[in-house]
Nanobody
Framework: QVQLVESGGGLVQAGGSLRLSCAASGRTSSSYAMGWIRQAPGKEREFVAAISWSGGSTNYADSVKGRFTISRDSATNTVYLQMNSLKPEDTAVYYC????????????????WGQGTQVTVSS
C-alpha cells in the first residue's frame, strides 16, 4: 500500500505561481513513478505531469509544458509540482498519483491516489 498526501493548493491570480507537494509513504513507495492529475468542475480528469521513480524521466501535458515543472526528492519520498504563469483554465482539484510506471499515470489508471488539493486561479 502507498499513501499519498497533497498540500500547497490555494487561490492565486492569473500569472502567479504555486507549488504543490505530495508526500508518499509505504514500504515500496520510493520505487513508484508519481505524478499529477487534475479535474475541473464538470470535466473529465486530465493528466498533468509524471516523473519516473528515479526522477530521470518526466512527462507533461501539452497544456502545461513550459509552465509547470515536476520534480521529486527521493530522500523524503516527496514529489513537487511547480506551477508558474498560472491561467484561469488551470483551476481544478489536483490529485497526486503513484503507479509502477509513468505511462499508467498518463492513462489515469493509477492504483494509488491522494485526496486532492484545490487550485483556483482568478482572472
Amino acid at each position: 500500500q502507498v499513501q499519498l498526501v497533497e498540500s500547497g493548493g490555494g487561490l492565486v491570480q492569473a500569472g502567479g505561481s504555486l507549488r504543490l507537494s505530495c508526500a508518499a509513504s509505504g514500504r515500496t513507495s520510493s520505487s513508484y513513478a508519481m505524478g499529477w492529475i487534475r479535474q475541473a468542475p464538470g470535466k473529465e480528469r486530465e493528466f498533468v505531469a509524471a516523473i519516473s521513480w528515479s526522477g530521470g524521466s518526466t512527462n507533461y501535458a501539452d497544456s502545461v509544458k513550459g509552465r509547470f515543472t515536476i520534480s521529486r526528492d527521493s530522500a523524503t519520498n516527496t514529489v513537487y509540482l511547480q506551477m508558474n504563469s498560472l491561467k484561469p483554465e488551470d483551476t481544478a482539484v489536483y490529485y497526486c498519483a503513484a503507479a509502477g510506471a509513468a505511462r499508467t499515470i498518463v492513462r489515469g489508471t493509477s492504483a494509488y491516489w491522494g485526496q486532492g488539493t484545490q487550485v483556483t486561479v482568478s482572472s
